[in-house]
Nanobody, 121 residues
Framework: QVQLVESGGGLVQAGGSLRLSCAASGRTFSIMGWFRQTPGKERDFVAVIRTFGRPDYADSVKGRFTISRDDAKNTVYLQMNTLKPEDTAIYYC?????????????????WGQGTQVTVAS
């Protein structure tokens, strides 16, 4: 049974940092991504990392967020620096072995339960 379990969310002041983790179990994935969602809005792409090639980022987080993976631990991370109040959202980890670009939620078949990130101004 495949499970994705996120951790690391919380409350932080603007300008601060958080690191999210997503541990996968049950199988390995070549493409893992992070998305975020606020009430009443669609789930938005944040970052994606593939087994090969460079990561991709949403324009809104470029230069502030870094996605990385530890394949030995089957875990993907999202280091978030210089956080802004507009980064407040529930952050979801997603995984796929068939996604093309991995920047759209519909490309993923596996999702974590989400972790809340709140950035206070």
């Amino acid at each position: 049974q495949v499970q994705l379990v996120e951790s690391g969310g919380g409350l932080v002041q603007a300008g601060g940092s958080l690191r999210l983790s997503c541990a996968a179990s049950g199988r390995t994935f070549s493409i893992m991504g992070w998305f975020r969602q606020t009430p009443g809005k669609e789930r938005d792409f944040v970052a994606v990392i593939r087994t090969f090639g460079r990561p991709d980022y949403a324009d809104s987080v470029k230069g502030r967020f870094t996605i990385s993976r530890d394949d030995a631990k089957n875990t993907v991370y999202l280091q978030m620096n210089t956080l802004k109040p507009e980064d407040t959202a529930i952050y979801y980890c997603a995984a796929s072995n068939t996604a093309l670009r991995g920047t759209e939620a519909r490309e993923y078949g596996y999702w974590g339960q989400g972790t809340q990130v709140t950035v206070a101004s």
